[in-house]
């Protein structure tokens, strides 16, 4: 069974997606213990809420050096018994002290077919103002393991979409983000399935 902390700083449509699906008994063998987020504010808690799920607000601000701040997550993800983090819109880098207890066992989703449009400043809309400065006829999104640097990590899923000649960067968001909708969950289950075979 993996458990599942989702990190997200925005409004949650990823992880919309996926609690949907585990839901609805899409997912099997995984199970959502925890949502965090670095942004007090952000939306995604409220939607961890109503459905029941715990929600924190953590964020490095809130302690006096990093050494303070990485005890400080891991010992929130120990207390919600979560082997398992899937970055959801999470804007900021994970400490590299979590990325070495939780190797192998973090993914995010990128706006993007990586290798491709990643690295540093690559996020959101700035994305797809890049793909679309480019010249690019295809675009899409990637789900991939998270290591120590930008969007770098083994490849989990990938879907592609088409760029068309009058697209604006909020039209190709809007296409990609629907794909992302279908391939977070899909990722997700077929990482339960490959940890739990008869599930």
Do not use: C, W
């Amino acid at each position: 069974m993996i458990h599942i902390a989702i990190f997200g700083s925005g409004r949650g449509s990823n992880f919309k997606a996926i609690v949907d699906a585990v839901e609805r008994g899409r997912i099997t063998g995984a199970r959502i213990r925890l949502v965090l987020s670095n942004n007090s504010q952000a939306g995604i808690l409220d939607l961890a809420r109503t459905h029941g799920i715990p929600a924190v607000h953590l964020s490095r601000k809130q302690f006096a050096d990093e050494g303070e701040y990485v005890n400080a997550l891991l010992d929130v993800l120990r207390a919600h018994e979560a082997n398992f983090i899937a970055l959801a819109g999470y804007m900021k880098r994970v400490p590299p002290p979590v990325i070495a207890v939780y190797r192998n066992r973090i993914i995010n989703i990128h706006p993007a077919l990586l290798p491709k449009f990643g690295g540093q400043g690559m996020y959101g809309i700035h994305v797809h103002e890049a793909v679309i400065a480019a010249g690019e006829s295809v675009s899409g999104a990637t789900v991939h393991m998270v290591d120590e640097e930008y969007d770098r990590g083994a490849i989990v899923l990938q879907k592609s979409v088409p760029v068309a000649d009058n697209d604006t960067p909020e039209t190709l968001a809007a296409r990609v983000l629907a794909i992302e909708h279908e391939i977070y969950p899909e990722a997700i289950r077929l990482l339960a399935q490959a940890e739990n075979p008869l599930s």
